[in-house]
């Protein structure tokens, strides 16, 4: 087979690791055009999942998330409905299958360890100069042929700088190879030095405080240099590691970039102040996630702006519905509104079936239903076109939870910890689940990894530690010490909505109603303010 391979409207230079649409050349990261030389060498049959990690990935141990993603960014950048695919089939529990025509020769899928490396290390190495080189920033909008017809288009490259405070030892070039290595693989960013690039900046600094090191995390961009996206850490020196981070990092890099735009084939959005509003909106779920209800209505509110400046933005309308329902703010919608927001869902999931957003909502709408089938369902689906988001693990075990299937949630709240290892959320979703296997000591020990993340900047401990240890006191069978914990816990987070939820709850189960009920009206009363 010629180098250069062709097929539909497509040619693929095998060696120099580009795709182009005709003459127009496609920008996608180089794992995902390692998955392709590999699909295309295997001429038809099914290459397994082991083979393709194998050759797209020579040095390195992933799971087959990295490769999940790697086909999705495939499809969207070919326009391949996994549905109804033209090129990339996929082949449940084995693998996937090239199903485009190809010429008559070609050359075998790589078996040997010797051969993957040089199959792979040639078209990652080109591809990696060309997008140094020729992937210019385009902004938000464009006429670049791989845009979808809404004139929407991806960010193409993201520029990087690493700092750190002055006193603080840190090695600079390990941490951006690190992150480097990260962004381009997890989320198709090509990342190019921040001096030598105008677009929208990644400004990473490090400062050390005492034992611990303090991150902060910031996305600026615009012709105005705006803020877009932000993430702080502050985290033990002792539990700090290069990868680790960086895979916290991408983790909620992609959140925003699913939330924002996921693979070309999704609509977005034309109008730049919507989409800085739909990302602020995101960021703002990240501390939401922190069950505090003032965020979650900031949050919805962002994403309704966003739709009101372009009603045509599917997402972030599918955004503020899912934020409503896991806010539990729908008990306040009326029947006729609650009817709207689910017509709405079952229309989008019909016309942008490829926006996770979308799906997430839909599977929150399941949920609420009791409908574990299609809250199943919907999952899978966002795992599929989204699996960096983290959220998606944290609902699954729920559901697996509720579904009596305590060990396979175990292994999904896990994944999760794997995917961002710094995240909080998951590490309390994770203690949730080894309270319902009864494994109290287990979930201790994972509260000790907790609570020295979950730590507020004026050194508070936050909401998943401290929900996590009461549950555990809970668990126990502690019940004073348990109530002690509530009321400080109440005296520090008084409001959160999560505080007097917890209280109600557990009143309720003590038999004391006075107390439950004071709870529910102090939550009633935040709710109102």
């Known amino acids: 087979m010629a180098n250069d391979v062709r097929f539909g409207k497509f040619r693929f230079d095998r060696d120099a690791g580009v795709l182009y649409r005709q003459a127009e050349l496609v920008q996608v990261p180089p794992r995902a055009l390692a998955v392709l030389d590999c699909l295309i060498a295997g001429r038809g049959d099914v290459v ?14 992933v799971a087959e ?77 464009g006429d670049d042929v791989s845009a979808p017809e809404s004139g929407y288009e991806r960010i193409r490259r993201l520029a990087l ?32 030095v921040a001096d030598d690039a105008a677009g929208p900046t990644l400004s990473v600094m490090f400062e050390r405080v005492g034992d611990r090191v303090q991150i902060a995390a910031r996305v600026r961009g615009g012709a105005d240099d705006r803020r ?25 890099l992609q959140f925003l970039l699913d939330v924002v735009h996921a693979d070309s084939a999704v609509r977005g959005s034309t109008n730049i102040d919507a989409m800085i509003m739909a990302v602020h909106g995101a960021d703002l779920l990240l501390g939401a996630a922190q069950q505090d209800l ?6 919805a509110a962002d994403l309704r702006r966003a739709f009101e400046l372009d009603p045509n933005f599917t997402r972030a309308r599918a955004g503020e519905i899912a934020v409503v329902i896991e806010a539990e703010e729908w008990r306040n919608l009326t029947p006729q509104e609650f009817e709207d927001a689910a017509n709405y869902i079952a229309r989008a999931l019909e016309t942008d079936p490829d926006d996770p957003v979308v799906h997430i909502a839909a599977a929150l709408l399941a949920k609420l239903r009791g409908d574990y089938a299609g809250w199943a369902a919907e999952l899978d689906e966002t795992l599929t076109l989204a699996p960096s988001l983290f959220w ?30 710094y ?34 900047e004026d ?18 069978g502690d019940v004073v010490t348990a109530e002690a914990e509530l009321l400080a816990l109440r005296r520090v987070w008084g409001n959160a909505q999560w505080i007097h939820l917890m209280e109600a709850d557990f009143y309720e189960k003590q038999g004391n109603a006075e107390a439950a009920d004071a709870a529910r009206a102090r939550l009633e009363s935040l709710r109102r303010e």
């Open 161 to 192: 700088a690493v700092e750190v405070a002055e006193g603080t030892d840190f090695d600079v070039s390990a941490v951006r190879a690190a992150l480097a290595e990260r962004i381009e693989s997890h989320t198709g960013l090509a990342v190019v």
């Open 423 to 456: 995240l909080p959320s998951m590490l309390g979703r994770l203690i949730d689940v080894q309270l319902w296997l009864g494994d109290s000591d287990a979930a201790e020990e994972t509260l000790d990894t907790l609570a020295a993340i979950d730590v507020t």
């Open 65 to 141: 998330d990295s490769l999940t993603h790697a086909i999705s960014v495939l499809r969207g950048a070919l326009g391949d409905d996994p549905k109804k695919p033209e090129f990339i089939q996929t082949v449940p529990r084995r693998g996937y299958r090239f199903v485009a025509t190809l010429p008559a020769e070609g050359r075998e899928v790589p078996s040997d360890a010797g051969d993957k490396k040089k199959r792979a290390a040639l078209p990652l190495l080109a591809a990696a100069v060309i997008a140094a080189v020729a992937m210019l920033w385009t902004g938000w909008t």
């Open 228 to 252: 877009w996206w932000g993430q702080d850490w502050n985290l033990p020196i002792g539990l700090y590691r290069d990868d680790d981070f960086a895979t916290s990092l991408v983790s909620r």
């Open 392 to 421: 998606i693990y944290m609902s699954r075990a729920e559901l697996e939870h509720e579904m009596g299937q305590d060990e396979v949630a175990l292994t999904t709240a896990t994944r999760g910890v794997a995917h961002d290892p």
């Open 294 to 299: 003032l965020l979650f209505l900031e949050a």
């Open 48 to 61: 397994t999942k082991e083979q393709i990690l194998g050759a797209a990935w020579p040095d390195s141990f």
């Open 459 to 476: 050194g508070k401990g936050g909401y998943w530690s401290g929900r996590s240890r009461f549950r555990i006191l809970v668990a126990r």
